[in-house]
């Protein structure tokens, strides 16, 4: 979730004329100056490398569990019987639209690192196919215009002013029969931005997806499925609005094509178009949220590496929120350890 998506324009002009009187966390600044803490990164990201190769994890459709397009799963990864997984994600986005503006968009980098862990519990038959539960946390940071200029000013702000760390928590059920995938879940997560060292958005949500896979051929498969949220919110908008100004319902359809191109090398084009209803008593906003994505996938020993290309476009009814539009351009690694 990009920070700037929270509020409507006028309260984020507020904020950025607030900004200034709040302590400013350390800047990236030169090259030189961010090259020990890309270093930083780049340890995180491997730190979960102590054992040997495991079969590749399939990524996220969408980069970023809590953003605006939520999170996907894909069945195509079979479960294996190791409980306990841990796992780092590192992605570097090159994007046209950096804070999500209507109009006059500038590109910038958004750079996310992510860990976590995830305790599988067994699966047991009921209701005539496999039930299983899971519980797991995560850690994520986000960097913007990390690889490009933080400095940099965008609306009048640096942009690594809206950088941010969430922290995040998780419980679920799933249920598979065949080629169906039934999920619910339980999660909390909490976003703190870095240069005034305040939470400014917590969320809690019941969620649900549900999804069948057809396979196409000997390596691929079409995934088709529907999802919901129902989002609890409280944002710290000094004082401007109300702590649940962002509660919603969101629905939502997917679908995702996994082809296999050559040994090891996959190809997942996906769709989604999500709706949006914001449910507090003095608001009247409706959203619809189109993305696209073309997604380069391939194993590297205990990494897997991915390569996107992706384009999103959101439509609100309230007139203060930014219809915008924007093209993403990614690179990321993954490694995961299962034990």
């Known amino acids: 979730m990009n920070a700037l998506a929270v509020f409507p324009r006028w309260v ?60 996907q799963y894909l069945l195509l990864a079979a479960a294996r019987p190791q409980p306990l997984e841990l796992w780092s994600d590192l992605e570097i986005t090159r994007t046209s639209n ?19 862990g995830t305790w599988h519990f067994p699966e047991r038959p009921r209701w005539g196919g496999q039930l299983s539960y899971e519980t797991g946390f995560r850690v994520q940071t986000y ?14 702000l640096e942009i690594d002013r809206n950088n941010f760390d969430l922290v995040g928590a998780h419980g679920s059920a799933a249920w598979r ?29 019941c969620e649900w997806q549900v999804y069948r896979q057809w396979h196409l051929g000997a390596r691929s ?62 608001r009247k906003r409706d959203d619809v949220h189109g993305s696209g994505r073309l997604s380069l ?8 590496l991915r390569l996107g290309l992706g384009y999103d476009r959101r439509n609100s009814s309230e007139a203060a929120i930014a219809d915008f539009s924007k093209w993403d351009l990614g690179l990321a690694g993954r490694v995961q350890r299962r034990f």
């Open 12 to 71: 984020r002009s507020a904020e950025k004329s607030i900004a200034p009187f709040f302590p400013r966390a350390a800047s990236f600044g030169s090259r030189a100056a961010w090259r020990p803490r890309l270093g930083a990164v780049l340890a995180l990201f491997a730190a979960t490398l102590v054992c040997a190769a495991v079969p590749p994890a399939v990524p996220e459709l969408f980069a970023g569990e809590f953003e605006d397009v939520g999170p």
């Open 98 to 116: 950096a804070t999500l503006v209507e109009s006059a968009p500038t590109a910038s980098t958004i750079s996310s690192v992510q860990a976590g």
């Open 143 to 156: 960097r913007y215009g990390l690889f490009a200029d933080p400095n940099r000013k965008i609306n009048f």
């Open 177 to 205: 029969r065949d080629g169906w995938l039934a999920l619910a879940s339980l999660r909390g997560a909490s976003l703190r931005n870095r240069a005034n060292d305040r939470v400014f958005y917590q969320e809690g949500s």
């Open 221 to 282: 498969a079409l995934t088709m499925g529907a999802e919901g949220a129902l989002r609890w919110s409280h944002t710290d908008s000094f004082g401007l609005l109300a702590p649940g100004w962002n509660n919603r319902v969101e629905q939502s359809l997917v679908a995702v094509i996994d082809w296999g191109l050559g040994a090891r090398w996959r190809l997942q084009p996906a769709v989604r178009v999500q709706g949006s209803h914001y449910t507090y008593r003095d």
């Open 297 to 304: 996938v391939r194993p590297i020993g205990p990494f897997e």
